[in-house]
């Protein structure tokens, strides 16, 4: 079986990139490992730059229910400073919008296989062989990866510049008051040898987004609930967020070995590489999001327009260096030492200076 163009993942990169060839009339099959959407490790966080590119698919997040999210705080032990964000964000749960962005893909035409993964990815002459982990194999002229911040075997990243962060995270059910507390701002909250992010989503519930060192992991003996003790010991402003709550999940889900800093280098191997595939930047700037969809949309002009891979990669890494570089040092900067934390309890703006040079800039916006 030959096909013109296979997607290799089903979240915001490769569903959106896939819709986008769909409705241009070209013939995409679109792989997506997973039966159903399931809960990812991710802030989400829907920043300005999002929703622009999710309305150009016309999907609108609050009819699913997603949470406006107008303000942004930084704490540690207690509140240090609060600012307002530079735009209007909306919160909503990536089970809910995966699920939502790929059946519009499959509603404009695109040919989704669920459940199936792609094992193996070799080239041959002038065609790609994909083998599939179900078996089977699919040829195709060309080959977007869109799998995220997980990698497909033989075709690995590198390891970014701040690459030693363990992601957990952990839906709760706040309680009233807290509930009414943490509506409409995310908060950033310090701890030693980590920082989570806590946001209200949709159906009343919480996502607290959490990354801690490896070393400091270790020796919290790799526990979930000895981390958590951790950053309510060393943040009693955590602590009373979290006084009353109830977790949703039975365990947290969890991911290792991001490559924060991460860019593709462009190269010739004639493959796109989509989202994460293409660049990682650190879960507390929000706009992960963002760059999977920039990704999409960027890609399916570029190939609709005869373009080959490298031109799109010189595009990414030209629009993304700035806030990918910024995003990164602070996240090292988080971890290590409380120099953000002074400046910002003295220059609260400081925050929402980090928030528009950690964005996509708005010159290289697809329209």
Same mark, same amino acid.
């Given at each position: 079986m030959e096909r013109e163009a296979v997607v290799i993942g089903g979240g915001l990169a490769g569903a959106s990139l896939a819709a986008q060839l769909a409705r241009a009339g070209r013939d995409v099959l679109l792989l997506e490992r997973t039966r159903s959407a399931h809960h990812k490790v991710c802030g989400e966080f829907l920043s300005r730059e999002a929703l622009h590119y999710l309305s150009l698919q016309g999907i609108n997040p609050t009819a699913f229910g997603a949470v406006p999210i107008s303000g942004v705080r930084l704490a540690a032990r207690e509140l240090i400073a609060e600012t307002t964000l530079p735009f209007t964000a909306l919160s909503l749960t990536r089970r809910t919008l995966d699920e939502a962005i790929l059946r519009n893909a499959e509603a404009v035409g695109v040919e989704v296989w669920r459940g199936t993964s792609a094992a193996l990815l070799t080239r041959s002459?002038? !065609?790609?062989? %994909?083998? *599939?982990?179900?078996?089977? $194999?699919?040829?195709? @002229?060309?080959?977007?990866?869109?799998?995220?911040?997980?990698?497909?075997?033989?075709?690995?990243?590198?390891?970014?510049?701040?690459?030693? !962060?363990?992601? %957990?995270? *952990?839906?709760?059910?706040? $309680?009233?008051?807290? @509930?009414?507390a943490l509506f409409g701002f995310v908060e950033l909250i310090l701890f030693p040898g980590g920082y989570t992010g806590l946001q209200p989503v949709e159906n009343g519930e919480a996502n607290l987004c959490l990354l801690?060192?490896?070393e400091q992991l270790r020796r919290l003996k790799g526990s979930w609930e000895a981390v958590l003790e951790h950053a309510c010991l060393h943040s009693p402003h955590l602590r009373d967020r979290l006084s009353g709550s109830q977790p949703l999940l039975d365990r947290p889900v969890a991911l290792s070995s991001i490559p924060y800093g991460y860019r593709a280098p462009v190269g010739s191997d004639g493959i796109w590489r989509l989202g994460d595939q293409s660049a990682v930047i650190p879960s507390f700037s929000g706009d992960g999001m963002s760059i999977a969809l920039h990704s999409g949309h960027l890609a399916a002009n570029l190939f609709l327009a005869g373009k080959m891979p490298y031109v799109f990669q010189q595009q990414m890494r030209r629009a993304l260096g700035r806030g990918i570089g910024v995003a990164s040092a602070l996240s090292q900067l988080l971890v290590r030492a409380p120099v953000l934390a002074q400046i910002a309890r003295v220059r609260p703006r400081l925050l929402r200076d980090i928030a528009i040079l950690t964005r996509i800039p708005e010159s290289a916006l697809i329209l």
């Amino acid at each position: 079986m030959e096909r013109e163009a296979v997607v290799i993942g089903g979240g915001l990169a490769g569903a959106s990139l896939a819709a986008q060839l769909a409705r241009a009339g070209r013939d995409v099959l679109l792989l997506e490992r997973t039966r159903s959407a399931h809960h990812k490790v991710c802030g989400e966080f829907l920043s300005r730059e999002a929703l622009h590119y999710l309305s150009l698919q016309g999907i609108n997040p609050t009819a699913f229910g997603a949470v406006p999210i107008s303000g942004v705080r930084l704490a540690a032990r207690e509140l240090i400073a609060e600012t307002t964000l530079p735009f209007t964000a909306l919160s909503l749960t990536r089970r809910t919008l995966d699920e939502a962005i790929l059946r519009n893909a499959e509603a404009v035409g695109v040919e989704v296989w669920r459940g199936t993964s792609a094992a193996l990815l070799t080239r041959s002459r002038e !065609l790609w062989d %994909l083998g *599939m982990d179900q078996g089977g $194999s699919v040829r195709a @002229q060309n080959v977007f990866l869109a799998t995220g911040k997980h990698d497909l075997r033989g075709w690995l990243r590198s390891k970014g510049w701040h690459n030693d !962060l363990v992601a %957990l995270k *952990m839906y709760f059910r706040l $309680s009233k008051i807290q @509930q009414a507390a943490l509506f409409g701002f995310v908060e950033l909250i310090l701890f030693p040898g980590g920082y989570t992010g806590l946001q209200p989503v949709e159906n009343g519930e919480a996502n607290l987004c959490l990354l801690i060192t490896r070393e400091q992991l270790r020796r919290l003996k790799g526990s979930w609930e000895a981390v958590l003790e951790h950053a309510c010991l060393h943040s009693p402003h955590l602590r009373d967020r979290l006084s009353g709550s109830q977790p949703l999940l039975d365990r947290p889900v969890a991911l290792s070995s991001i490559p924060y800093g991460y860019r593709a280098p462009v190269g010739s191997d004639g493959i796109w590489r989509l989202g994460d595939q293409s660049a990682v930047i650190p879960s507390f700037s929000g706009d992960g999001m963002s760059i999977a969809l920039h990704s999409g949309h960027l890609a399916a002009n570029l190939f609709l327009a005869g373009k080959m891979p490298y031109v799109f990669q010189q595009q990414m890494r030209r629009a993304l260096g700035r806030g990918i570089g910024v995003a990164s040092a602070l996240s090292q900067l988080l971890v290590r030492a409380p120099v953000l934390a002074q400046i910002a309890r003295v220059r609260p703006r400081l925050l929402r200076d980090i928030a528009i040079l950690t964005r996509i800039p708005e010159s290289a916006l697809i329209l």
